[in-house]
């Protein structure tokens, strides 16, 4: 068997985080087997259709570092691989149904849907189409075609049949066909539902594995159905938990925050970190490694070794993995991929100086503002953080000592900083913990930052002397 898989997104909105983690484990298990991805676009819900949404949903695929194998913008011999453009095989294959007694010409009004549904809530029983038309004459409904008169072309469901496949995470799955809705494969627009469209496809394009989101396990009885219909041989299916929000309740939404991949990528995480994320919930390795490349992942991932438990997005975790990313990060590299984050008033120059002193704070590329903005823009310092822990008359003789004797260092380095400051808290006996921190305070407007003396040499001696001078006049 040659592993083909696909990711099938809608261009009704941005691609969700959890599309890529999907999209990450089909992309894994055809390149682990020498198959192919491919990306295919369902855009056959033309009034939800997004403008320029597939741009979106390609590019931001390509922002995480993956790609494509045949797709809407590279050939491959199962193209076109956009549904709108392939309406005409949609179209044949439900009339091939027809013609087989398989599907069948529904001419239910919305009206009467609507109707029938009333009564299905009112005996308390799920909404279905009731069958009226199933074995409505074909040549009658062929008249009423003619005439003009809209319809949709529906599955005739078997009746009193189980229906069952494997799921490589829940084993088998059987359902009995009387739970099955006789559903709408053609629309009266000429497109045809996800369920024609998806099969359709999935046979042509030759899917051997379809591997997607839990949400889809009710409609999968309904493409074995079909499969069954057409007389072809359905692929193995794997159906992924989804997400729960980082609180662990309920399924990732907007209402609990960000879920758009891009938006991540926005405030700073690094594509490579996300998709380690993303490989790690729900699965591990045998040696239950947390950090892994992508190649480590595609020579180990196994599907049927996913838990199909639905797993917490775990914001910690992923902030921990990003650290360790941009902490593996050369300097130089860090400074390029800063760049888009850095504001407009940083200067240049101080950047790779900084870096050794923030780079083990950084979580994501965003924090190098607040993490800097010290350095380079004028800073608050409250009295009464000078003051904690100690009088006025003490901390006005710290700052006083403190400002003479760095004033004298000819050469401003770290080292003979720190010697100054050291033999000054020695010397005169101040409790170091207050000492070290007020001057921390009145040089930085901070209560933590990087190391004390490395920092004092970052902003220079000029600047370290007006902010001392500064606080004296506080």
């Keep these: 068997m040659t592993i083909r898989t696909r990711m099938a997104p809608s261009p009704t909105g941005d691609y969700h985080v959890g599309h890529i983690a999907t999209l990450l484990k089909n992309y894994a298990f055809a390149k682990k087997h020498n198959g192919q991805f491919v990306l295919r676009i369902e855009d056959t819900d033309q009034e939800r259709k997004v403008e320029g949404a597939v741009e979106r949903i390609m590019g931001v695929i390509r922002a995480f570092g993956l790609d494509w194998d045949e797709g809407p913008d590279k050939d491959g011999p199962y193209a076109p691989y956009t549904q709108s453009e392939r309406l005409s095989m949609y179209r044949e294959a439900a009339q091939q149904l027809i013609e087989s007694g398989t599907a069948y010409y529904c001419f239910a009004t919305k009206t009467e849907l609507d109707a029938m549904r009333e009564k299905a809530i009112a005996l308390k029983q799920p909404p279905k189409y009731d069958g009226t038309y199933r074995d409505y004459p074909i040549e009658e409904a062929k008249k009423r075609i003619a005439a003009g008169e809209s319809y949709v072309i529906r599955l005739k469901v078997p009746k009193d049949e189980e229906v069952s496949f494997v799921d490589l995470l829940r084993g088998t799955i059987t359902v009995q066909s ?106 591990a390795p045998k040696d239950e490694q947390e950090i892994l490349t992508l190649d480590e992942y595609i020579e180990q991932f196994d599907p049927a070794a996913i838990s199909s438990k639905s797993v917490v997005f775990d914001l910690d975790k992923l902030d921990w993995i990003n650290g360790m990313y941009i902490r593996a990060l050369d300097d130089k590299v860090l400074a390029e991929k800063l760049q888009s984050y850095l504001p407009i008033d940083f200067p240049q120059d101080l950047l790779l100086n900084v870096l050794p002193l923030i780079k083990e704070r950084l979580v994501t590329l965003a924090d190098i503002e607040k993490l800097t903005t010290f350095f380079y823009r004028d800073i608050q310092v409250p009295q009464e953080l000078l003051l904690k822990k100690s009088d006025i008359d003490s901390v006005r003789s710290q700052l006083e000592l403190t400002h003479a004797k760095l004033s004298a260092i000819s050469d401003w380095n770290t080292q003979s900083i720190e010697e100054v400051v050291r033999e000054l808290q020695t010397e005169n006996e101040w409790k170091r913990g207050q000492y070290f921190m007020m001057l921390r305070i009145a040089v930085t407007g901070e209560t933590a930052t990087p190391p004390l003396f490395e920092t004092m040499e970052v902003l220079g001696k000029e600047q370290v002397l007006d902010r001392l001078a500064t606080a004296q006049g506080k």
């Design 178 to 283: 009387n739970e099955v809705d006789d559903t709408v494969l053609l629309k009266s627009d000429g497109y045809p539902t996800y369920h024609l469209a998806v099969v359709v496809d999935d046979h042509a394009m030759k899917i051997s594995h379809v591997m997607r989101g839990e949400e889809w396990i009710t409609s999968t009885p309904k493409h074995i159905l079909l499969y069954k219909a057409f007389g072809w041989e359905p692929p193995i299916y794997a159906h992924i938990p989804v997400f729960l929000n980082p609180d662990g309740k309920g399924k990732m939404s907007k209402r609990k925050g960000a879920v758009a991949a891009q938006d991540f990528l926005n405030k700073g995480y690094l594509p490579e970190a996300m998709l380690n994320f993303f490989m790690i919930l729900g699965w």
